[in-house]
């Protein structure tokens, strides 16, 4: 029986559940699912993982994506903690997120370009609202605190506008484009109204950036992207886990003996 606990979107976690072999697919949110039709072996919940997680079966892998911004560093710790402790051992977590700086390589647009300040400002009022938007730095470093091992990272170049040549990174940079011109603004208005560094911006401070922001991606001749990392790990086997309690054991046992006082 394969068990996955999914934090991503509805399509996704609808195809996962056709993929053969897997028993149960089990996507969580705050917020209901816009889908009412599911396969038998797809579970939608309304859920907070944040509180105690009370599902009875371990899970082979909990995915998560686009979490950025969701939670407190405790609140992260903790999470990861509960992924732990519910993934069999031999299982895996793995987490997608994008990185919300936006970056620029070849000079193709100056530094006070709108976009490049959208990225640093909304960075900035993440860190100020106590809820880091740059998850993405974290995450490996997080994974292994909890005791994840065989930890993988791969980044991907996620263009703003279909200015890449690469066909595939185009289409990325199409649809990014449209995420930008729908969903950047009501972002902003909330970092930056509510948490703006040094000082909350007005409503029409963010309305008139946002106005720059979509003017300069639509141009071809910005070459702006942003940084999506994708970060997975391992929980030990058994085995492994019990090899490395023996050697923890072993190194206590040497520093006791290091520390014991000499003999005059
Ligand atoms: C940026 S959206 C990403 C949605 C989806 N993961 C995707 O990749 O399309 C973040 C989602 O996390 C959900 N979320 C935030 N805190 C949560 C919590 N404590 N428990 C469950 N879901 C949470 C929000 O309701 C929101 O739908």
Redesign the pocket.
């Known amino acids: 029986m394969f068990q996955t606990l999914i ?3 509805i399509f996704w976690t609808l195809e996962l559940a056709e993929v053969p072999g897997l028993s149960t697919v089990r996507g ?4 209901p699912p816009p889908e009412t039709w599911l396969p038998p072996n797809c579970i939608m919940e309304v ?4 509180q105690e997680w009370t599902w009875r079966d371990q899970f082979d892998l909990v995915h ?4 950025m911004g ?1 939670f407190t560093i405790p609140e992260w710790n903790k999470f990861y903690k509960q992924c732990y402790d519910n993934i069999k051992p031999g299982g895996w977590i793995e987490q997608m997120e994008g990185n919300p700086r936006v970056r620029c390589d070849d000079g193709s647009v100056p530094d006070d370009n709108s976009c490049l300040l959208f990225g640093l400002q909304c960075c900035d009022a993440a860190d100020n609202w106590g809820r880091p938007v740059t998850w993405a730095d974290n995450m490996k470093d997080e994974m292994e605190k909890a005791g994840f091992v065989d930890i993988h990272v791969k980044e991907y170049q996620w263009p703003i506008g279909a200015w890449a040549k690469d066909p595939i990174l185009k289409e990325a940079g199409r649809l990014h484009y449209h995420q930008w011109t729908s969903g950047m603004e009501g972002w902003a208005m909330f970092f930056l109204t509510k948490y703006g560094v040094p000082e909350p911006w007005t409503v029409e401070e963010v309305q008139v950036l946002m106005a720059k922001v979509r003017k300069e991606i639509q141009n071809p001749r910005n070459h702006i992207y942003q940084v999506a990392r994708r970060v997975w790990g391992r929980k030990p086997t058994a085995e492994e886990e019990e090899a490395r309690k023996k050697t923890k054991g072993t190194e206590a046992k040497d520093k006791e003996i290091k520390a014991e006082p000499k003999d005059n």
């Open positions: 934090k991503t979107s969580v949110d705050l917020y859920d907070d993982v944040l998560l994506r686009q979490m969701s």
